[in-house]
């Protein structure tokens, strides 16, 4: 993979698909689960989020190292590169069981089982759903203030 696109480095570009895409899989779960007759119209999109966000974070913090690699860092503009860095890699931590129980529900769903058991690995990918919103959320918030204010 190279860490350049026409002299961008990547992981900016990178970190702007999983700013959108993470918080859509996140939206998409609690509506998934909040609104049953939802589910069949909107529920196999809301696995396609999740699926590509999954695919994203890894790519990101990829991407992230290979950026940090190559800048010549120290002092507090460091410590916060790392503590960004280390928020974001607790992010996949979120978002492939947001992914895998969002694949169980409409798996379940599409397989004819009880509404109430779908409703209950919805909820616990609503539960995942939340981490993920909140670690990137943190995890973008570090990253802006390592890049815009590193000495505040």
């Known amino acids: 993979m190279p860490d350049e696109i026409l002299g961008i480095p990547l992981h900016p570009l990178i970190v702007h698909a999983v700013v959108v895409l993470v918080p859509l899989a996140v939206l998409g779960t ?27 974070v890894p790519l990101a913090t990829r991407t992230g190292r290979r950026l940090r690699d190559t800048l010549e860092l ?8 790392q503590e960004h860095q280390q928020m974001g890699d607790r992010l996949i931590w979120a978002v492939a069981p947001m992914f895998v129980f969002n694949l169980a529900a409409m798996l379940m769903l599409r397989a004819g089982r009880p509404t109430r ?36």
């Open 30 to 56: 609690l509506v998934f689960t909040s609104v049953p007759r939802w589910r069949r119209g909107y529920g196999w999109l809301v696995v396609a989020f999740s699926f590509v966000a999954l695919v994203t």
């Open 117 to 152: 058991e779908v409703t209950i690995v919805g909820l616990l990918g609503s539960i995942a759903a939340l981490a993920a919103g909140v670690l990137v959320l943190l995890t973008g918030h570090l990253g802006s203030q390592a890049v815009w204010n590193p000495t505040g």
């Open 74 to 81: 120290g002092g507090p503009v460091l410590e916060k590169v």
